[in-house]
């Protein structure tokens, strides 16, 4: 029976491949999403995919993978470096939360350096663009293999 991870995205990221393709590359969220699912299944994991624009869509998200995942995937944008929305549901839901980002938020600017997210994380893994979902859910697998 394959483990149900939350691939969940923030704002903005509906727009990837046409927003600021020399940082964020030419794929389409539509693309990581399809590239998810199918490293999910590679990997046993039942990837359900979800982006909004709206902050509490994502926390009422996270409270539902808290009931129905092993873990979460989150690309949360901007909201990473001014949700305490986000790490407050990241803390509330006894799973493992992986924060992810296309670019190396450390190689860019200064407000991107700080997370609100990432304390309340198992991990970080940014700058490897499509890749680093990709990271993150075999890390999530790791983990949820431990906890069983």
Known sequence: MPSTIFVLNGPNLNAL????PGI???QTLADIEAMCIEHGKTLGL?????????????????????NAAQGIVVNAGAYTHT???LHDAAKAIGI???EV?????HAREEFRHKSMLAPA???VI????ANSYILALNALKTLTQQTK
């Open 96 to 98: 493992p939360v992986i």
């Open 101 to 105: 980002h296309l670019s190396n938020v």
């Open 46 to 66: 039942d990837v359900v995919c979800r982006q909004s624009n709206h902050e509490g869509d994502l926390v009422d998200w996270f409270h539902e993978a808290g």
């Open 121 to 123: 994380a198992k991990g």
């Open 83 to 85: 949700s305490i929305a």
């Open 24 to 26: 964020y590359g030419g």
């Open 126 to 129: 940014c700058g490897f663009g």
């Open 17 to 20: 491949g046409k927003r600021e």
